[in-house]
């Protein structure tokens, strides 16, 4: 995706209460219409990602499904993961995306990507990460988030891989899925924020401020399809 920033825009929306199932996809039907908070976030000059309710064994999924395209599915929501750090979900993908490059701007393309974005205080950054998020604020509004962690399913690099986005040092990319981890076949996750947060940025999180999930190829032009299930937050 061309510039992650685009992607965290969508935090301008009004942050809902805390939900224990703050994606409850299972519960919306099938169809075009999302609910309880969650938008489409397109991008400028880009060809939008089609995201679809759809039904899988029975259950209602997100089906993203992405061609030469880009976008995501976000929901603003505020917790305190001291109370809550774990996060949970399944996803699912038809194919990696082959000429995909975690490394690098042009590479910068996932089947599946699944954001946590931290409301983090701008005054404790450094002088140069301040300028230049005021200069991505000036760009893209006042909502840009200091913070985030973005999990991906990869197609060549390692599972466990950690390294920061490359349009943004910012954003901490951790690769959990590649293309060796049952490519089709429905995967679940579950992470301690916390633990992912300390690892990227030293210090304990501030209070989660967005969540989004997203499938992008408007890099490389390829065309691949991901599915999410429910996301969940526990103790």
């Given amino acids: 995706m061309r510039s992650v920033w685009l992607l965290l825009l969508g935090l301008a929306l009004p942050a809902l209460a805390l939900d224990s199932v703050p994606g409850y996809f299972s519960r919306m039907p099938i169809g075009d219409d999302f609910v309880d908070g969650w938008q489409l976030l397109t991008l400028r000059d880009t060809k939008p990602t089609q995201f679809r309710l759809?039904?899988?064994?029975?259950?209602?999924?997100?089906?993203a499904h992405a061609d030469a395209s880009g976008g995501s599915l976000l929901r603003a929501i505020r917790w305190d993961t001291a109370g809550h750090p774990r996060l949970q979900w399944r996803w699912r993908i038809d194919r990696v995306v082959a000429q995909g490059d975690i490394h690098s701007k042009g590479g910068d393309d996932f089947t599946a990507r699944l954001y946590v974005m931290f409301d983090y205080p701008s005054g404790r950054l450094s002088f140069a990460d301040r300028a230049k998020l005021t200069i991505a604020r000036w760009i893209y509004?006042?909502?840009?988030?200091?913070?985030?962690?973005?999990?991906?399913?990869?197609?060549?690099?390692a599972v466990g891989t950690r390294v920061w986005?490359?349009?943004?040092?910012?954003?901490?990319?951790i690769v959990l899925r590649n293309a060796t981890s049952g490519v089709g076949d429905w995967a679940d996750e579950q992470r301690d924020l916390v633990a992912d947060y300390r690892e990227a940025f030293g210090e304990a999180p501030s209070p989660?401020?967005?969540?989004?999930?997203?499938?992008?190829?408007?890099?490389?032009?390829?065309?691949?399809?991901?599915?999410?299930?429910?996301?969940?937050?526990?103790?």
């Fill in 54 to 63: 759809v039904e899988d064994a029975g259950v209602s999924v997100v089906r």
């Fill in 165 to 173: 986005n490359a349009y943004t040092d910012r954003v901490r990319m």
């Fill in 141 to 157: 509004g006042e909502e840009v988030p200091a913070a985030a962690l973005c999990y991906v399913w990869d197609n060549h690099a």
């Fill in 208 to 235: 989660v401020s967005g969540i989004a999930i997203a499938a992008d190829t408007d890099q490389t032009g390829e065309t691949v399809t991901a599915w999410f299930g429910d996301i969940r937050i526990s103790e």
